[in-house]
């Protein structure tokens, strides 16, 4: 099973952390002018406003999801040398002025927010030095997979108007200049021999071909012209916006996606590579290391992943063998029924929801929706989470895949995509109104991966586990995370080709890991969040237990933890520190 929030990923990791913020752009120096503060700290306000306009300019998906209406009829094109050279000058900028601002002249809160903004800019300056825009392929998650999502209705753009339909068809604009760029790019790697592995290549050519394959009639890109007949039209208005998108359908965006195919089949493919790992490029082990940092926003080597990943695999195996001898006769829980499946989850967030208060202090406003996927969707994996658009009256959602599902994970499952794993913490961040823009709708992955993983281990305490097969499937979910950071590195920077990988995987019994061989190859590092995340919040929890005794508060360590939205690594780490000593200093 997969937990990842979708994302267009050559964008991912020039803009994850730069997601798109609920208030307006005026909002900022209102934050600042709320109370009195020191010069630093209204210096620093200032920065976060300033830093986030210049990002709204340059990526019209963010202006379209703020609604601020710069950008409407637009979608960001980011593999260009044009936009890079312009998002390294916002980057310099921010990370000059961001330096300039003494961290002991301010509070401890925007001390944190200082913190994650300076390791936030030095990461993206970092991967712009990076060559990544010549790998642009991610099948599923990269810009044709999102334009077919914002057809389908399921991206975060709106699609609910007319004014929303001609906004597609103007994007599909956008979608032709990605694939001349995406194009160029593979071209030029290719000349260098920077290329993407055969493996990645060929689920790029399946995920197009499952997209535009077959009558147009039957494909996600048809939805807009269903959506405009629901709308309730004059005659002419509704024959003017069908030939609208109509013929942006038949002249951009049908003959984008037959051009990029063929390209990828005919020319690129030959030319791609059998071996895996990023490190079999010149130039691609310091790109894994960069993406190492970026997913876990720590300083940890491949090889210190690597070890933890056999340590921390061979203590979940001892715990699961452990579980599986409890559950010996325990019968199947797998059904083909997928009402049951959605009435099982139903089921969990109300059971759950009496519960939370327990742990909590607070609840996201954002409802929860648990839905089957659509085709068009199916590459992202068993299970994923989308957060709650800002202006939009959409739910969080919690994607299932359909036609059979084993609900001896159905608990662990919950815990991570729903509450109080990936829809709790997002939805909460979002609606976080004293913090920074670039923390409330921020993508830290192994705050934001680490935390829905420590979310499954909550279950005892919200009154689940109690079925046997439940806990042999939570550590079976923890035992194919701690997996992941074998599969990942031996990969990327160990060099296994897809035999030694499977052998390496099925000699460690990491059979979770050898199913994701694909995933590693396709996003690296990505895979290391999660592990490596949770770790890092249950050792902070063990800290503050060990520190405060008996004055400890569950409810009010996961208040500090969450309410500043997700962090790096190291500025949580930091922050609760700095929690803990005040805790002590003000119990008696």
């Not at 913020?21 to 209204?42: D, F, M, S």
């Not at 109300?350 to 607070?362: A, C, I, N, P, Y």
């Not at 680490?450 to 009154?463: K, P, Q, R, V």
Request: charged share 25%; proline share 6%; hydrophobic share 40%.
């Amino acid at each position: 099973m997969m937990s990842l929030r979708r994302f267009p990923l050559v964008g991912a990791l020039l803009w994850l952390c730069w997601a798109p913020p609920l208030a307006t752009a005026e909002q900022a120096p209102e934050l600042a002018a709320a109370e009195e503060i020191e010069p630093a700290a209204q210096r620093l306000d200032a920065l976060f406003h300033t830093t986030f306009q210049a990002r709204l300019d340059h990526d019209p998906s963010l202006a379209n999801r703020v609604g601020d209406g710069r950008s409407v009829g637009r979608m960001t094109v980011d593999l260009s040398e044009a936009y890079r050279a312009r998002s390294r000058e916002i980057y310099q900028r921010a990370a000059r002025d961001a330096r300039a601002i003494p961290l002991d002249e301010l509070d401890a809160r925007r001390r944190t927010w200082a913190e994650a903004f300076r390791w936030l800019v030095d990461m993206q300056l970092e991967l712009l030095d990076r060559p990544l825009h010549l790998l642009p392929l991610i099948p599923g998650a990269d810009f044709p997979s999102e334009f077919a999502g914002v057809a389908a209705g399921d991206a975060d753009l709106a699609m609910d108007s007319a004014e929303d339909l001609r906004a597609y068809a103007s994007r599909a604009n956008d979608l032709v200049r990605w694939v001349d760029q995406a194009i160029d790019n593979l071209r030029r790697g290719a000349e260098r021999g920077f290329v993407h592995p055969k493996l990645v290549v060929a689920r790029e050519i399946q995920a197009i071909a499952g997209m535009v394959g077959g009558p147009l009639g039957d494909t996600v890109f048809q939805r807009p012209l269903e959506t405009a007949e629901g709308l309730g039209l004059p005659p002419d208005q509704l024959q003017a916006l069908r030939e609208e998108l109509e013929t942006a359908t038949r002249t951009l965006v049908v003959p984008a996606y037959a051009r990029f195919h063929a390209f990828l089949t005919r020319e690129y493919l030959t030319t791609a590579r059998d071996d895996l790992g990023l490190g079999e490029l010149d130039g691609g082990a310091e790109l894994y290391r960069s993406l190492v940092r970026y997913f876990t926003t720590t300083e940890l080597g491949p090889e210190e992943v690597f070890a933890l990943g056999e340590s921390e695999s061979r203590r979940r195996k001892r715990s699961l063998r452990v579980q599986q001898r409890l559950a010996a006769e325990a019968t199947s829980r797998f059904t083909r029924d997928d009402d049951q499946v959605l009435a099982t989850f139903r089921s969990l967030e109300e059971s759950v929801g009496q519960r939370l208060d327990r742990l909590f202090l607070h609840r996201p406003e954002a409802p929860l929706a648990v839905r089957f996927v659509e085709p068009h969707m199916t590459s992202l994996g068993g299970a994923f989470y989308r957060g709650p658009t800002p202006g939009d009256p959409r739910p969080g959602t919690f994607f299932l895949q359909p036609g059979g599902f084993d609900l001896a994970n159905a608990e662990v499952l919950f815990l991570h995509e729903a509450i109080p794993g990936h829809h709790y913490q997002i939805a909460l961040a979002q609606e976080l109104e004293d913090v920074p823009d670039f923390l409330r709708y921020g993508y830290f992955g192994a705050f934001v991966e680490g935390w829905a993983l420590y979310a499954e281990s909550l279950g005892e305490e919200l009154g689940l586990y109690r079925d046997p097969t439940s806990r042999v499937g939570r550590e079976r979910f923890a035992l194919g995370r701690a997996g992941r950071l074998v599969g990942d590195v031996g990969i990327h920077h160990f060099g296994w080709d897809l035999e030694e990988a499977r052998s390496q995987l099925g000699r460690r019994q990491l059979d979770w890991a050898r199913g994701e061989i694909g995933r590693y190859t396709t996003i690296p590092g990505q895979a290391l969040a999660y592990t490596i995340g949770e770790r890092k919040i249950s050792e902070l929890r063990t800290r503050a237990e060990e520190s405060l005794g008996s004055a400890f508060d569950i409810r009010a360590f996961h208040e500090a933890v969450l309410d500043d939205g997700p962090l790096p690594l190291i500025a949580l780490e930091a922050k609760i520190e700095r929690w803990i000593q005040s805790e002590m200093a003000a119990t008696p």
